[in-house]
C-alpha cells in the first residue's frame, strides 16, 4: 500500500504528542513492507533535519505559516493537494483540526482514515473562533472519513454520542520498553545531581498545567528535600510561556528545554516521581513514557489519565486543585515514591502497527 500521512509537524525529534506517535508508528509500517511518505511542515525543520527519508519514511516539506491560528489548516489544504500528485492508497489524517478538509480530500478522491487524538477545541490556549473551526474539524472528519481510529475509549465516546459515529476503532498511543542508563552526566550538567526530584515534561501551554504544579510545588514545603524539574519548551513563545519561565526562575524550578534520547533517558530513569497536571489530554504518551521507566506518578484527574495500570485513590488529584496537587505531593513522597511495575501490554507499537495496517486494509 502507498499511505500518505498529514497532520503532523513532522518527524524525527519534533516536539509534540501526535509527533511521537508518528514518529513510532510510521517507520514499523514502512518496515511492513508498505510506502510510506508523511508531509512536514517546514517551521519545524531545523537545520540539521533536512532529511528525506527517515527508516524507510520518506519526508516531504510542505509550507506551514509561522501562526499558531492559521498554520494547522493552511498547511492541510496544501499538503492535501501535494498528497494527491502521489496518488496514495490512503491518506492519514491526524488530529481534528486538520480534519477540517477531509471533506476536500475525499472530493480529490482519496480514501481517507483520520486518527482523532482528542477534542482539542477543550485546550485553554484557543478562543472562541478557534474552538468553533476544531469542533467543525471533529464533526467533518466524523461524517467524512472512511475509517476513524481514536486512542481512548472516552474519544470514541464522544464520537458515539455526539455524531453516532459507533464503528470508530480502538488504537492506543504506544510506548518502548526502554533501556535505563547507567550515567548520570546530564544531571550533572543541570545541577540536579545532588538531590531527589519530581518531574513533568510537555508543551508550555495552559492546559498542560504546568502553572499549578509551580505552586502546589511550592505550597508542598517539599524544596527542602526535593528538587522540581520540568522538560519542554512552547512552540509558539506567548505571554503564557513567558509567565511560566519567569515562574519557574523564581520558585528555582530547573528548565531542561525540549529533550530527547540521552538526557530524557536519564532524567527519566532517576526521578522520583513524575507528575502530569494537565486540564486536557488525548492519551498521553508522556504518562506512559515516564511508566516505562518503572516512576511512580500522580496525574490529574482527567478521563484521559484514568487508565487500568493506575491505581484510582492513591495516583490522582483533582485537576486544577493546587492545593489538592501540593497535599498529593507531600503524600507520595512520604511514602517513599517506590519503583513500579506496571502492565505495559496494551500499548506495544508493533501490535499498534499492525492494527492500524488493518485499518488502511479495511478502507481498501
Not at 329 to 349: F, I, M, Q, T
Request: proline fraction near 4%; charge should be positive.
Amino acid at each position: 500500500m502507498k499511505i500518505v500521512v498529514i497532520g503532523t509537524r513532522g518527524i524525527p525529534g519534533i516536539l509534540g504528542g501526535v509527533e511521537t506517535h508518528c514518529e513510532e508508528l510510521y517507520p514499523r509500517i514502512a518496515a511492513s513492507g508498505h510506502d510510506v511518505t508523511i508531509i512536514r511542515r517546514t517551521p519545524y525543520i531545523a537545520e540539521n533535519n533536512h532529511i528525506r527519508e527517515y527508516k524507510g519514511v520518506k519526508l516531504i516539506d510542505v509550507y506551514a505559516p509561522r501562526r499558531k491560528s492559521i498554520e494547522a489548516i493552511t498547511h492541510t489544504f496544501l499538503a492535501i493537494l501535494q498528497a494527491r500528485k502521489l496518488h496514495p492508497d490512503v491518506l492519514h489524517v491526524h488530529a481534528i483540526g486538520p480534519a477540517l478538509l477531509v471533506p476536500l480530500a475525499r472530493l480529490l478522491g482519496m480514501r481517507v482514515v483520520m486518527t482523532n487524538h482528542g477534542p482539542d477545541y477543550d485546550r485553554e490556549k484557543w478562543g472562541f473562533l478557534a474552538k468553533t473551526v476544531l469542533k467543525a474539524g471533529e464533526w467533518s472528519g466524523s461524517h467524512f472519513s472512511n475509517r476513524v481510529i481514536v486512542i481512548s475509549n472516552t474519544i470514541a465516546d464522544i464520537l458515539k454520542n455526539k455524531y453516532g459515529r459507533k464503528d470508530t476503532e480502538l488504537i492506543f498511543n504506544g510506548v518502548n520498553i526502554p533501556d535505563k542508563p547507567l550515567s548520570r552526566q546530564w544531571l550533572s550538567k543541570w545541577g540536579i545531581d545532588d538531590k531527589a526530584y519530581i518531574m513533568a515534561m510537555g508543551r508550555f501551554v495552559k492546559e498542560k498545567g504546568f502553572h499549578t504544579l509551580i505552586e502546589a510545588f511550592k505550597r508542598s514545603g517539599l524544596s527542602a528535600t526535593h528538587r522540581l524539574v520540568i522538560a519542554g519548551d512552547s512552540d509558539h513563545e506567548d505571554a503564557y510561556s513567558q509567565s511560566l519561565k519567569k515562574l519557574a526562575a523564581d520558585e528555582n524550578v530547573v528548565l531542561t528545554g525540549f529533550i530527547k534520547g540521552e538526557p530524557l533517558a536519564q532524567l527519566l530513569t532517576n526521578a522520583s516521581l513524575f507528575v502530569i497536571p494537565s486540564s486536557h489530554e488525548g492519551l498521553p504518551i508522556a504518562l506512559l513514557e515516564a511508566m516505562s521507566y518503572n516512576i511512580d506518578v500522580l496525574a490529574s484527574d482527567i478521563p484521559a489519565n484514568r487508565i487500568a495500570q493506575l491505581d484510582s485513590k492513591s495516583d490522582f488529584f483533582h485537576t486544577g486543585d493546587t492545593n489538592d496537587l501540593a497535599k498529593a505531593l507531600k503524600r507520595k513522597v512520604s511514602e517513599g515514591c517506590h519503583r513500579r511495575a506496571y502492565d505495559l501490554g496494551p500499548y506495544n507499537w508493533d501490535e499498534i502497527a499492525a492494527q492500524t495496517i488493518g485499518v488502511y486494509k479495511s478502507v481498501l
